[in-house]
C-alpha cells in the first residue's frame, strides 16, 4: 500500500491494472500458439522431413511413392519427367531414379520403372533420365534403324550406295530412295539427292538405283 502511494496511484488501480496485464500476455501466448499452427494468416506450419499436408487439408501425411519432402517443407513434391520412386516418405530428390539410357519418360511423380519407355526406332539414347522421346538423338539423314531402345549410334544402318535419304529419324530402309535413271552414287549413307551424279556426256543408263 505504502509503495502504491509512493507511486502516486491508488492500491484499486494498481490491481486492475495487473490484471489487465496478465491478460494481455495471455492472449498473445494464445494468437503465438495460433499462428504457429497456421491457423492464422501469415506463417504455416511445417511438417518432418518425407511428409507433407494432405491435400486441402494442414494435415501432415506421409508423402507417397514418386514424391518427396525435405525437412519443413509442408509439400510432397513429385519427381520429374525421367525418373521415377517406389519409395514412401523420402525425404530427398535423390530418392528419383533416372530412366536408364535408350529409355525415356514424360511423366511427373512416377512410382515404377515402367513408365520409362524405350526410344523409337531410329532414334537412341545415350543419356540417363530423357523426358520424352524428342530428346532421344535421331540417326542422321541418310541412315535408319528399326531397333527400338538404342543406346547408341552404332544402329544407325547406311542406305546403300545407289540410293539416298533426307530423313533424320528414319525407322526403315524405305526412307533410302534410288538414286533416279541416268544418275549413280557410289556413296554410302548419301543425305541428300544432288549425291547422285550424271551420267558422262555421251551415255545413259535406264537403271534406277546405280552405284557406278
Known amino acids: ?25 495471455r492472449v498473445v501466448g494464445i494468437l503465438a500458439l495460433l499462428a504457429s499452427a497456421g491457423v492464422l494468416g501469415g506463417a504455416q506450419a ?21 514424391t518427396w519432402s525435405p525437412e519443413g517443407s509442408s509439400e510432397c513434391t513429385r519427381c520429374p519427367p525421367g525418373t521415377w520412386s517406389s519409395a514412401a516418405g523420402a525425404a530427398s530428390q535423390d530418392t528419383c531414379t533416372k530412366c536408364p539410357r535408350g529409355t525415356w519418360s514424360a511423366q511427373h511423380g512416377s512410382p515404377t520403372p515402367g513408365s520409362c519407355q524405350s526410344c523409337s526406332a531410329g532414334r537412341w539414347g545415350a543419356a540417363d533420365g530423357l523426358g520424352s522421346d524428342s530428346e532421344c538423338t535421331a540417326c542422321e539423314a541418310g541412315t ?20 539416298w535419304s533426307e530423313v533424320r529419324g528414319a525407322s526403315t530402309a524405305e ?35 546405280a552405284s557406278s
Not at 60 to 65: Q, R, S
Not at 151 to 158: A, G, I, L, Q, Y
Not at 184 to 207: I, V
Open 46 to 66: 511445417t511438417c518432418q522431413a518425407g511428409w507433407g499436408y494432405a491435400e486441402k487439408t494442414q494435415t501432415c501425411v506421409e508423402c507417397g511413392a514418386g
Open 175 to 209: 526412307a533410302c530412295i534410288a538414286c533416279s535413271p541416268g544418275t549413280w552414287s557410289d556413296e554410302a549413307g548419301a543425305p541428300q539427292q544432288s549425291s547422285c551424279k550424271s551420267c558422262r556426256k555421251g551415255t545413259w543408263s535406264a537403271e534406277l538405283g
Open 144 to 163: 535408319w534403324s528399326s531397333e527400338m531402345g538404342a543406346t547408341s549410334s552404332d544402329v544407325c544402318s547406311k542406305c546403300p550406295a545407289g540410293t
Open 1 to 25: 500500500l505504502a509503495q502504491a502511494i509512493t507511486a502516486g496511484r491508488p492500491p484499486q488501480v494498481s490491481s486492475v491494472a495487473a490484471r489487465v496485464q496478465s491478460a494481455a500476455m
